[in-house]
């Protein structure tokens, strides 16, 4: 399919920095289209054609889920920030990916809203140079709202952005930011940062039991790790849905060699289990698992006889009749921060 032409990319993340970088580069009269890149991590793709008509930006959203596991398995170069959170390694490979996609939109720069002097590590201005140069984008990035206290890009010097144009924001305040919006006629200002459940601990913990296992687990994986209640006794895995939407987007995740647990005449949650490598899924396991499911339901809970559970796997289901006491034939336990060891992944140091 052929992509309309854009002069410029910019890496929209949909916080307020990297709607005013694009909208600077607009007010120069450049085509640009907003990238949103999408990981288990960040992304809300679901926001983008609010974003569009709120902000005028044309936008376009880019999976980079594996890449970005792909990235965080094999160990970030530059580490991790404060909890899982690899920023240096996120914006290379993010710069990376954006340049992968500038020829099918015959563009001819890559811009950011990174601001000088914002973030600790990440936006240092001899950190910005260092992920400008290892992404390979040192001839093709600019960003809009620092450029004139940065030396002049590539970009600039060959006329393709004006840099007389361009702005001198520095700093963590976000004043003039806000100056920036009410010039733009931009009401709606979302909220500074977040989004990143990598910089969460009470996120990052569901990522643990699948990075410590030192196996490859793909994206999807880690967008399973995002919902429910989650529970592991050693590799075996269960997600337990803690309200209605958790239970359908358990549902519409499930793979065909998960289980799917959920009671037959109570009402209570559905639970998947994911087989992992290694994971020794016996009867024993199947049950435990269907009790602990059926712990959650305050019906079952009150109910005086075996409680009867419906377990479907490999597009087969069966009837089970419970005990409640099972679910402790296995040490299930929830993922828990202080049990994050950071250096035993690698990067983590
Ligand atoms: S906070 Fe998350 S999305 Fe932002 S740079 Fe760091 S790792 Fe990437």
């Known amino acids: 399919m052929a992509h309309e032409h854009y002069d410029g990319l910019t890496l929209f993340s949909g916080g307020l920095d990297s709607i005013l970088a694009t909208k600077v580069l607009q007010a120069q009269g450049l085509r640009v289209l907003g990238v949103h890149f999408v990981t288990p991590f960040f992304g809300a793709p679901d926001r983008l054609a609010h974003w569009q008509r709120t902000y005028d930006i044309p936008l376009q959203a880019i999976d980079a889920g594996q890449a970005f596991v792909d990235m965080l398995l094999a160990g970030p170069e530059s580490g991790f920030g404060k909890v899982l959170n690899p920023c240096v390694d996120c914006k290379i490979l993010l710069l990376q990916l954006a340049k992968q996609h500038m020829a099918a939109y015959s563009a001819r720069f890559l811009a950011t809203g990174e601001v000088l002097g914002q973030r600790p590590m990440s936006q240092r201005s001899d950190t910005l ?5 290892k992404a390979d984008v040192e001839d093709i990035l600019v960003r809009p709202l620092s450029a004139q206290l940065l030396p002049p890009s590539a970009v600039e010097q060959q006329g ?10 520095r700093g963590r305040g976000r004043k003039e930011q806000l100056r920036l919006a009410e010039q733009f006629g931009i009401t709606e200002i979302p909220q500074p940062a977040g989004g990143c459940l990598l910089t969460e601990p009470e996120s990052a913990k569901r990522y643990w039991p699948l990075l410590k296992r030192g196996h490859t687990p793909p994206a999807s994986d880690f967008h399973l790790a995002n919902l429910g209640r989650q529970f592991w006794a050693d590799a075996r895995w269960l997600c337990v849905g803690r309200n209605q939407s958790d239970n359908i987007l358990l549902a519409e995740t499930a793979a065909v060699d998960d289980f799917v647990f959920k009671l037959k005449d109570l009402p209570g949650p559905l639970a998947l289990a994911r087989p992992l490598p290694g994971a020794q899924w016996d009867e024993t396991a199947i049950r435990s698992a269907a009790a602990l499911t059926a712990s959650f339901s305050s019906k079952a809970r009150q109910h005086k006889e075996d409680i009867l559970m419906l377990v479907s796997h490999q597009g087969h289901t069966r009837e089970l009749a419970i005990s ?4 402790q034939d296995l040490p299930w336990r929830e993922p828990d921060w202080d049990d994050v060891d950071k250096s035993r992944l690698p990067g983590g140091w």
């Open 160 to 169: 393709i952005v004006n840099r007389e144009h361009l702005l001198s924001v």
């Open 324 to 327: 409640l006491d099972w679910a």
């Open 129 to 133: 140079q260092a992920i400008r140069k």
